[in-house]
C-alpha cells in the first residue's frame, strides 16, 4: 500500500511540474531571438527560427505603422491591427505583443479569447468611450464591466473571454498589450448574434 501511495504522490507531481512547464512563454537563453523564416544558419526556438544575432539591426526590433487608423466599415464596426512575432521579429521569445483597436460608433470587438490560455490583456483608451468588460469562468461566469474614456487602462486576466464596445458618437481608438507573442484571437460563437440583435 505504501508503494501506492509512493507512485501516486510521485505522478500528482509530475502532472502538475509539467502543467507548469508548459503554462507559460518560455524564457529567452539569450537576450533576444529575432525570428526569421528562413532557416539557413539558424536555430529553432519558440516556434520560429532565430536570426544570428551577429546579423541583427535596429529594424529587427522596429515596427512603424500603430498610427494608420484601421478599416472599421464591417458588421463589427472594429478593426485590430496586431503586432506580433510575426510583423515584429525582435518580439520572438520576449512574451509581448501588442495591437491598435479601431471602432467606429457602435463598434464592437465582440466576445472572445486567446488561444493560448496564459494571455492576459492591457487595454489602453487613446480616443473615445468605451463599455468593456470580461466573464470570469464556471460556476459564477460574472460580468466585471466598465466605461472607459481617454487615458483610461483596463486589464482582462488570462484566459477570460472578454469585449469592447464603443458607446460613443466619434470613433474610438485603443492600443491593447498581451502577454505572449502571437496572442491569436478567437471570437465568441454568439458573436455575430449580440451585434445584430442589438442594431436591431
Not at 460556476?139 to 488570462?158: A, C, H, I, Q, T
Not at 469585449?163 to 465568441?188: D, E, K, L, M, P
Amino acid at each position: 500500500m505504501e508503494k501506492l501511495a509512493c507512485f501516486l504522490v510521485a505522478v500528482a507531481v509530475m502532472v502538475l511540474t509539467s502543467y507548469l512547464a508548459s503554462a507559460y512563454d518560455p524564457s529567452p537563453l539569450q537576450d533576444f531571438c529575432v525570428a526569421i523564416d528562413k532557416p539557413k544558419n539558424a536555430v529553432f526556438v519558440n516556434g520560429k527560427f532565430c536570426k544570428n544575432p551577429n546579423l541583427n539591426v535596429a529594424e529587427d526590433f522596429f515596427y512603424h505603422g500603430l498610427n494608420i487608423p484601421g478599416n472599421t466599415q464591417n458588421l463589427m464596426g472594429s478593426n485590430a491591427t496586431p503586432v506580433d512575432v510575426d510583423q515584429l521579429p525582435g518580439l520572438n521569445t520576449l512574451g509581448v505583443s501588442v495591437a491598435r483597436l479601431d471602432y467606429s460608433p457602435s463598434g464592437l470587438n465582440p466576445l472572445h479569447t486567446h488561444p493560448h490560455p496564459h494571455v492576459s490583456e492591457v487595454l489602453i483608451v487613446l480616443e473615445g468611450t468605451l463599455l468593456v468588460g470580461f466573464v470570469t469562468s464556471n460556476p459564477e461566469n460574472r460580468l466585471f464591466s466598465k466605461v472607459l474614456n481617454k487615458g483610461d487602462v483596463f486589464v482582462f486576466p488570462f484566459g477570460l473571454i472578454h469585449f469592447q464596445y464603443n458607446i460613443g458618437h466619434t470613433n474610438a481608438v485603443a492600443i491593447a498589450a498581451a502577454s505572449s507573442q502571437n496572442a491569436g484571437y478567437h471570437r465568441s460563437q454568439c458573436s455575430v448574434w449580440i451585434k445584430s440583435t442589438h442594431q436591431s
